[in-house]
């Protein structure tokens, strides 16, 4: 059974600061995927990386994907409040459309 | 329509009875998802169509949870029943074909079993 884990569940950063959240899991995938959710909303994507190597960047967040070593990394750089919200990653198992979340990871940013 | 649409968006009901909870995806999309997610957790998978076809309904909890999509458009998930541990928010999620295509979530019916 495929298993994704997030680290950390839970971050509190400062504005300005660079802060790396992780991605593992636990079997073949051909697909990932980076999500954020705000309190009370839906889920809305940021990312889908495909291959190892995958780098994709988007304003102050970059996602890569290393699947040999099945671990994704969000990297956040110079956070700004806005950024505060729940990440979730998200694994496509190998010849199957269904996607596996991670725990999640609340992110909250303080001035 | 623009967006994956839900209904009803919140849903009490007494234990014992029935619900059913309805997604109206993106207008061409291929895949159907449905998920459950329980406050401050990830969301969880119950199960996937493509077209009309379950793909797979692994997720499903118990012979009380089933889905059906019948014209390839509109899922219904029903739960007969309800217990008051179905309490949850039921997330519906549609995508196109292509390996490069994410998951489109709506809003979500929040389910509520007193």
């Known amino acids: 059974e495929l298993k994704v884990e997030q680290n950390p569940l839970f971050l509190s950063m400062q504005e300005g600061k660079n802060y790396t959240i992780y991605c593992n899991y636990s079997t073949t995938s051909d697909r990932l995927y980076w999500y954020r959710q705000d309190p009370g909303k839906s889920l809305e994507s940021l990312f889908v990386?495909?291959?190892?190597?995958a780098v994709k960047q988007e304003g102050r967040l970059m996602a890569s994907l290393d699947t040999k070593a099945r671990l994704s990394t969000l990297h956040i750089t110079a956070a700004v409040h806005d950024l505060s919200a729940t990440y979730f990653c998200a694994v496509t198992p190998f010849n199957t459309d269904k996607l596996i979340f991670g725990t999640g990871t609340r992110l909250q940013v303080f001035p | 329509g623009a967006g994956v649409s839900q209904s009803p968006r919140y849903k009490v009901t007494k234990r014992g009875q029935d619900v059913a909870l309805r997604c109206d995806p993106i207008s061409g999309h291929v895949s159907l998802y449905w998920y459950r997610q329980a406050l401050g957790q990830g969301p969880e998978f119950l199960t996937y169509f493509n077209y009309e076809a379950q793909q797979d309904k692994s997720g499903l909890p118990n012979d009380r949870f089933s889905a059906e999509r019948p014209e390839g458009s509109i899922s219904t998930l029903t739960i007969q029943r309800t217990e008051q541990r179905d309490s949850a928010m039921y997330r519906c999620?549609?995508?196109?074909?292509?390996?490069?295509?994410?998951?489109?979530f709506g809003q979500g019916t929040r389910l509520t079993v007193v």
């Open positions: 990386l495909l291959s190892n190597g």
């Open positions: 999620a549609s995508s196109s074909p292509g390996s490069d295509t994410e998951a489109f």
